[in-house]
């Protein structure tokens, strides 16, 4: 019996075949730079509004703030950067002891435990079932 739900093993299933995941992995390995890469690859199915870039990068220099660089405002891996995936995996492999090395390749990494949350119970959760959260209450104050 699978772990993951019949959305989460449907996806399981397209991911070799999805052109966009495909599109995106052959992208992450191997993209296009005017200098270092010219025969690399163009992403030309996803929109990124590089606008700001200049209005963000001053303010990204200011000598308080870290370190970085222009990718780093762009759309990524869907995964995630790998360096940080590199760095979260050895990590808690550290911190937990674990006897295998965490992979990072194994691992994407999502922003916020809302996101992380719903992707789970997307992937191992039917429709109709997992997780509930409790309904919202509002408290009424009289006057």
Known sequence: MSVLSKS???IQEIADKDFLV???QEVAKNPYHKDNNPKGIINLGTSENKLMYDVLSK???EPDLHIWRKDM???SNIAGYYEFR?????FLTKRTNAVTPLDPNKM?????CGSVIETIAFAV???GGGPTPP??????VPE
């Open 86 to 90: 590199e760095t979260i995996a050895e």
């Open 108 to 112: 994407a990494v999502m922003n916020g």
């Open 125 to 127: 959760s039917d429709a």
């Open 135 to 140: 309904p919202l209450s509002r408290t009424c």
């Open 73 to 75: 405002l762009m759309y």
């Open 22 to 24: 495909k599109g995106f």
């Open 59 to 61: 303010k990204l220099a």
């Open 8 to 10: 989460g093993l449907y």
